[in-house]
């Protein structure tokens, strides 16, 4: 199947009254209200992936991301270092925001199985 072209659309992060400095774990049924994207793409192997859900909400003070993915052969790397680039090297979920159509100044965060977050604005 041809991939469809990409048209940018917006995700809109609804709020919650959410508020904790320190989150040891979210209330039951957090993420029920959150818009929820599942067509992401495979752009390498021209293929859409459908084990992949992608939710986000905002409290005052924070943005809660939340991924669930499916995948049979996790690649994970680690390094001797252990520094932020082994995250690259190794399966993750990206996700980057932009402030204008331009792409001037985006932000990108990748984060592994392990939870090691690279960030990053370009």
């Given at each position: 199947?041809?991939?469809?072209?990409?048209?940018?659309?917006?995700?809109?992060?609804?709020?919650?009254?959410?508020?904790?400095?320190?989150?040891?774990?979210?209330?039951?049924?957090?993420?029920?209200?959150?818009?929820?994207?599942?067509?992401?793409?495979?752009?390498?192997?021209?293929?859409?992936?459908?084990?992949?859900?992608?939710?986000?909400?905002?409290?005052?003070?924070?943005?809660?991301?939340?991924?669930?993915?499916?995948?049979?052969?996790?690649?994970?790397?680690?390094?001797?270092?252990?520094?932020?680039?082994?995250?690259a090297q190794s399966d993750r979920v990206e996700?980057?925001?932009?402030?204008?159509?331009?792409?001037?100044?985006?932000?990108?965060?990748?984060?592994?199985?392990?939870?090691?977050?690279?960030?990053?604005?370009?």
């Open positions: 199947m041809p991939m469809r072209k990409s048209k940018q659309e917006k995700y809109i992060i609804k709020g919650v009254d959410f508020s904790s400095k320190a989150i040891s774990k979210l209330p039951n049924g957090f993420w029920e209200t959150a818009n929820v994207i599942t067509d992401f793409k495979r752009p390498w192997e021209n293929t859409f992936c459908k084990t992949t859900v992608f939710r986000a909400l905002h409290s005052n003070e924070y943005v809660y991301l939340n991924y669930v993915v499916m995948d049979d052969n996790i690649l994970l790397y680690d390094g001797n270092e252990n520094v932020k680039i082994d995250v996700i980057f925001f932009r402030s204008d159509k331009d792409l001037k100044l985006y932000y990108g965060i990748e984060i592994d199985a392990k939870g090691r977050v690279l960030d990053y604005s370009a």
